[in-house]
């Protein structure tokens, strides 16, 4: 019996010291864009009956630089182009030359973009593993699997 409990007792310790382990990471603050490394990469992104390419590059310890690819599994023929940057307390994410959203520093692991300019919507993107991260607009949820790093 006393070994039943001293192994249950090792049980939850180790639980317990998983769960804070976890939780510090995920309350974690983004310092710099290099707290995001996970978004560096070529991604492949599906989700409702969509499949779509996309290139996150550090450029700085501010500023990510994003290629939209659209259908092109090549990664030549680029549709469009972003950014996500640090500014003001804020991390910063721009389509194109004009729609902006903004997200709090409150986590490397997701990011809650809210509308800042030009931009109507909110979504978020939570890293899941280092080969997977979604991307939830609204209802959908789209998975980004990494291709080459």
Not at 116 to 142: E, Q
Request: hydrophobic letters at 40%; charged letters at 25%.
């Amino acid at each position: 019996m006393n070994t039943i409990i001293k192994n249950l007792l090792c049980v939850l310790i180790i639980m317990v010291s998983y769960s804070n382990t976890a939780q510090n990471i995920e309350n974690k603050k983004v310092a710099n864009v290099l707290d995001l490394k996970w978004l560096e990469g070529q991604w492949k992104g599906e989700g409702d009956g969509l499949t779509f390419y996309e290139e996150y590059k550090i450029v700085n310890d501010t500023l990510i630089k994003i290629d939209y690819y659209g259908n092109d599994a090549s990664f030549k023929i680029k549709e469009n182009t972003g950014l996500v940057y640090i500014s003001n307390g804020f991390v910063f994410h721009q389509y194109g030359k004009r729609s902006l959203w903004k997200s709090k520093l409150d986590s490397t692991i997701e990011l809650k973009f809210q509308p800042f300019k030009y931009a109507s919507n909110s979504f978020i993107w939570r890293k899941v593993s280092d080969k997977v991260w979604h991307a939830k607009l609204g209802s959908k949820t789209y998975i980004m699997n990494l291709i080459a790093k």
